[in-house]
Structure formats: structure tokens, C-alpha cells
């Protein structure tokens, strides 16, 4: 048996302990991950090599800030005059979330604005009264489809447009993708609204205990009140930390941002020591080490390019130029649902744009496909950290995710399938 068609069967069987939910995420991922070692498919050294990688630092990092704004105060402030703006019903809460998070995101890194918005979301829906879970998934959601707004919302959207341009395409512009980001964005927000609210979860199912000591409410948090002070210094901190991440300098890479940021948190007072430990949520941060082993077995054993060659089979000699585009979408969203975007963009672009090329189909609308579908994990809650930082505040499962991101899959397929062709022309 191939070391291939193991990491396949592993993932399968992962699947479905996932849907199941027998086993909690955390503990399944990182089984996952130590089988493919032991089966000698993933690199011992691999294992956990993600924990000393930036999107784990990054993270943590974000938790200990999103953390200090409840500690501060400023959580519940923003609470009360969104809530005023807004009003108290869910539908006015989920479009402010929605677009404040598609907005952001669009500049700065996903998992970094739903670190930052999660603990205002939580303050609006505990003020207002209503579900916490059923906010979550929106964030989470809208965090992933914003990134399709500009060339830089996404790290999977700069590693599609440099293979764009050093396959002889022309590149895309900052702004280009919005134009089927914005499209996506309103459909989404629509879908949020009507069809989507039925497939959220029913009811709160969040962690009260959890979110009592997330948001220093529990009963041995003895300092109450507004520090204006702290808060003012708080706020300073996060603006030049965003700033700092919508620069995106390689001398400054978000993940040292945030790590500055959240360490200068700790020594102002912003949030204590023994509070900022309690902020980094451990099952987050093994999900996202246990996927991050898994996906790389897909690639070092080459099930990610077993997946992708035989769509590649299924389409024929002389396949119309629409289902190309179709097949490969499909494709690229069902792999960063598996493998996250950044990896699923790095394996199927310099497979799917040369292809597109030989068979006169214009590669940057390939390109843009594989961006907006790379930024697309909307069907498990390991698919993206974006979806991990959300499970354990609003106690979410494998299918709380499932049922919304089918439909949100979908709403982005057909608009894909619709702007795509129409602003650059197969």
C-alpha cells in the first residue's frame, strides 16, 4: 500500500470520526497526525513542527488580544454602542459581524480579525440576549469570503498571483478580486439572512463556564470597572498592531506583530500574565498542529496530486472551457476544506494554470477561481483557523459548520460561476 493512498484512508477515516463526533476535534486531529508518522508517511520531525511555526505564534498571539479587550473594559463598551446602533434582534447583530469581518479581513489576516472581533461579538450577543453560537459561524465565514476583496486578504491570493506571473500571466491588481469578492460578500451576507439562519445551530450551545472566564466575568475576578486609561492604551496597541498587519512588511510578518503586540498587552497591565495564559485556548492550538501534520503527509505522500490528477482524467481531451473551471474549483475548495488554503493554492496552481493555458482557456480567471475557492473552508470547523478559534467559545461540532457551509459553498459557486466568466472572459 502507497504512502499516498494511507494518508487517504487516514483522512477518510478522520472524516468521519469528525461528522460522528465521537472523539473531540483536538484529539482526532492530532491522532490523525501521529498515525501518518508511525505508518512512516509524515517526517517525526514534521510532527510538531507546526507549534513552532507562525500561524501557531499567530494564534496565540491574537487570543491574548482579543482577550485584553474584555479585560480592559473596551469588549463591553464596543458592546454597548454596537448594540444601541443595531438593536438587539439577531438580523441587525449578524450584519454589522458579517461586515465588519469581511471588511477587515480584506486587509489583514482572517484569523487575526476573528481573535480581535470574537470578543466583541460574544459582549453584543450576551448584552442583546441572544445565541452566542448562532453569531459564530458568521464571523468565522465572513473572515474567509472577505479575503476575496483584495490581492492581500488572503496569503493563498499573493502564492496564486506569483505563479500567475512566473507562468508568463498577467498578474492580478490589488483591487481585482472584488470583483467577484464584493459580489460574494453581498450574496453571503443575503444567504446569512434567509436560507443560512435555518441550517445554524438551534439555540446556544456555548460554554458559559468558558466564556465566563474568556470575558474575566467568573466568580473569582475581583477587579470590576472601565480602566480609561488601560482601555485608551489598549486600543492604541491594537490600531498599530492592525496597521502593522495590513502593511504586511517582511520585516514585520503578522506573526511577530501580533507577538509584539500581545507581549506589550502583558508588560502595560493591559491584561495580566496568569490572565493571558488562560486567553491561549490549547484545543485550538492542537487542532490546528494536528491538521497542519495531516496536510503536509497529503503533500509529501502525494494524495493531494492523486486527488487533483483524476479530476484532471475526468475532464477529457477537449473538455468545455466552463466545466474546467468548474471541476477545478470543486476541486480546490473540497482540498482546503482538508488541507488549508495556503497549501491547496501552492498544490493545484502550477498544476491547473499550465493546464488551462494548453487547453486556451484564459489562466487568470483559473487564477481567481483557485483564490476565491482556496479562501473558502467553510465545510469543517479544521478547514481554516478562522473556524478553530470559534469552537471552543460557542462549543461548536463538526455539523454546526456542515449544514451553514454547505449552502455557503454553494451561494459562492454559483456567483464564482456567474462573475468570474463575465469579468474575465474564458
Known amino acids: 500500500m502507497t504512502q499516498a493512498i494511507i494518508s487517504l484512508i487516514v483522512l477518510a477515516i478522520m472524516a468521519v470520526i469528525f461528522v460522528t463526533d465521537k472523539l473531540p476535534l483536538a484529539l482526532t486531529s492530532m491522532l490523525g497526525a501521529v498515525f501518518l508518522v508511525l505508518a512512516g508517511v509524515l517526517p517525526v520531525e514534521k510532527l510538531f513542527a507546526a507549534f513552532s511555526g507562525s500561524t501557531i505564534v499567530l494564534l496565540a498571539a491574537m487570543m491574548v488580544i482579543g482577550s485584553a479587550l474584555f479585560h480592559t473594559g473596551i469588549a ?25 469581518s469581511a471588511i477587515l479581513s480584506s486587509i489583514c489576516s482572517g484569523v487575526a480579525v476573528v481573535a480581535m472581533l470574537l470578543p466583541i461579538v460574544i459582549g453584543i450577543s450576551m448584552k442583546a440576549n441572544i445565541s ?4 459564530l459561524i458568521p464571523l468565522a465565514f465572513a473572515a474567509s469570503f472577505g479575503c476575496n476583496l483584495t490581492l492581500v486578504g488572503a496569503a493563498s491570493n499573493v502564492v ?5 506571473e512566473e507562468l508568463g500571466a498577467t498578474p492580478l491588481t490589488f483591487l481585482e478580486l472584488g470583483k467577484v469578492g464584493i459580489p460574494i460578500s453581498i450574496f453571503g451576507i443575503l444567504y446569512f439572512l434567509t436560507v443560512g439562519k435555518k441550517f445554524m445551530t438551534q439555540g446556544d450551545k456555548s460554554d458559559k463556564s468558558y466564556l465566563m472566564e474568556f470575558t474575566g466575568q467568573a466568580e473569582d475576578k475581583i477587579e470590576k470597572g472601565f480602566s480609561t486609561p488601560k482601555a485608551a492604551l489598549c486600543l492604541v496597541i491594537l490600531a498599530v498592531v492592525l496597521v502593522a498587519m495590513a502593511l504586511n512588511s517582511p520585516k514585520f510578518p503578522m506573526y511577530l506583530v501580533a507577538t509584539v503586540g500581545a507581549l506589550i498587552m502583558i508588560l502595560t497591565g493591559c491584561i495580566k500574565e496568569q490572565e493571558a495564559y488562560k486567553a491561549i485556548d490549547w484545543s485550538t492550538i492542537f487542532i490546528v498542529g494536528g491538521m497542519s501534520g495531516v496536510s503536509k503527509a497529503m503533500d509529501i505522500s502525494g494524495a ?21 473551471l468548474f471541476v477545478i474549483f470543486i476541486l480546490t475548495v473540497f482540498l482546503t476544506n482538508i488541507m488549508m ?6 498544490l493545484v496552481t502550477p498544476l491547473f494554470i499550465p493546464i488551462a493555458i494548453n487547453l486556451g482557456i484564459n489562466p487568470t480567471a483559473i487564477a481567481v477561481a483557485i483564490c476565491v475557492a482556496a479562501s473558502s473552508p467553510f465545510l469543517s470547523p479544521v ?3 478562522t473556524n478553530t478559534l470559534v469552537v471552543r467559545p460557542g ?7 456542515f449544514k451553514p457551509g454547505l449552502g455557503m459553498t454553494l451561494v459562492v459557486t454559483v456567483v464564482s460561476m456567474i462573475f468570474i466568466p463575465i469579468f474575465w472572459p474564458l
Do not use: H, W, Y
Open 160 to 164: 496564486v498571483n506569483g505563479q500567475l
Open 304 to 324: 493531494g496530486k492523486i486527488i487533483s490528477n483524476g479530476a484532471v482524467a475526468l475532464l477529457g481531451d477537449s473538455p468545455s472551457k466552463m466545466i474546467v
Open 341 to 346: 488554503n495556503t497549501s491547496t493554492a501552492l
Open 395 to 401: 462549543n461548536l461540532g463538526f455539523m454546526d459548520f
Open 383 to 385: 478547514g481554516s483557523g
Open 76 to 100: 463591553e463598551k464596543m458592546s454597548d454602542i454596537l448594540v444601541k446602533a443595531t438593536g438587539t434582534s439577531e438580523n441587525g447583530i449578524l450584519v454589522a459581524t458579517v461586515l465588519v
Open 132 to 135: 452566542v453560537s448562532r453569531q
